[in-house]
């Protein structure tokens, strides 16, 4: 089959990218030259562990190409999948749908026999319709498709996630858009993943409600973190109590600094918006949505009060930047509110992340980074561990607590135990570990 892929973010290009790997022809086409050029170089605009080796061995054997040529990705084409941006509109949370669209003109006007048109996007309920509607417009040939297909890919391990999906769902009004998208993801439905079909509009409301259920887990188990601090119960080992329940399931029960990324904060706002315009209350996910700001943004008050409540002329090391391992994106992450409060409270701090530094420098006040996790001890009161990638996970602590000059380890990922921190000689703090004192 051949396939077209508009958008080559990290949506687009992972996506691409697994198709081609099953089998598929696949071009990639985007507006972005620079882009384009360093995928044809090989370089990956995007940190997701073993793209770059996917990417590299579907364009040798000829499955996988790059274009800024919207024309020359359509030829022969059975299906076009939109995976553009859909950001945030400036102020008002609506999904921004200027990209979605403007690439469905581009393509109504070069297309010279139908195909079935599907959004990978991150798209409001009813977005197909209107696409429908701007193919008929512009005078795309009779007999277009329009179908919805979410992903639910998680940063850092997308590939994963794309051969081994729990579902793949596809919103779709004709069979022979079902057909299409049924041919597209044989390889995966003949490994079990199930192939859902359900309305357009269903589907496209469905990703909404994943991202906002996920989000919801976290704020919860967030509250009963702080509820545990102060009844001196243990998070860990209540969220494994609950999540041994089927009914409940132990994931997305990690307590800790609050949701970020790409998706869970745009999305809930998003369908907030959407709620809002069919005139119907959220309760629940607008008061996720609050839960999860202020918790972000009582971080470095927590920072604060395990140094004994004043942050003036106190050096903070901070352990990783990104919003969670394995990735460099910074979109909302923790970090970003953090570092505001640290250095709004007289801090100096510096930081170390894997691979996050580029993506941090723009977005992060006057702070210095360390070449190595360790460096960030040398001379620092505190320790923050802001995102729990693997190397973070066995420091050797007792040579951290000989570096600082005091001896505060605020652990916002659970990664170590209170005991072994404090053998080392540090004074720690967990989130929703008992009393913060006791
Ligand atoms: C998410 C969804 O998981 C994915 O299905 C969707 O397509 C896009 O959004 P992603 O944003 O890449 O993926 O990351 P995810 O692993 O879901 O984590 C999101 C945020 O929640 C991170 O900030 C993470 O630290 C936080 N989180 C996650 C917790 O705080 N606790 C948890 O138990 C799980």
Redesign the pocket.
Known sequence: MRIAMIGTGYVGLVSGTCFADFGHHVTCVDKDVTKIDALLAGRMPIWEPGLESLVKSNVERGRLAFTTDLTEALKGAQAVFIAVGTPSQRGDGHADLTYVYAAVKELAGLLDQPLVVVTKSTVPVGTGDRIAEILAEEGAPKGCSVASNP??????AAIADFKHPDRILVGAEDDGARAVLAEIYRPLFLNKAPLLFTSRRTAELTKYA??AF?AM??SF?NEMADLCEAVDADVQELARGIGLDNRIGG????A?P???????PKDTLALLKTADDAGVEQRIVSTVVAVNDDRKAAMAERVRAALGGNLEGKRIGLLGLT??PNTDDMRDA?SIPLVEGLLTGGASVVAFDPVGRVQAESLLGEIDYAARAEDVADGADALVIVTEWDEFRALDLADLARRMRGNVLVDLRNIYDRSDAERAGLAYRGIGRGRPNA
């Open positions: 992903e639910f890919l998680r940063e850092g994943a991202n996920l887990k976290i188990i994931k997305f029960l990690h800790g609050g949701y970020g990324g790409s998706c869970f919003f969670k923790p």
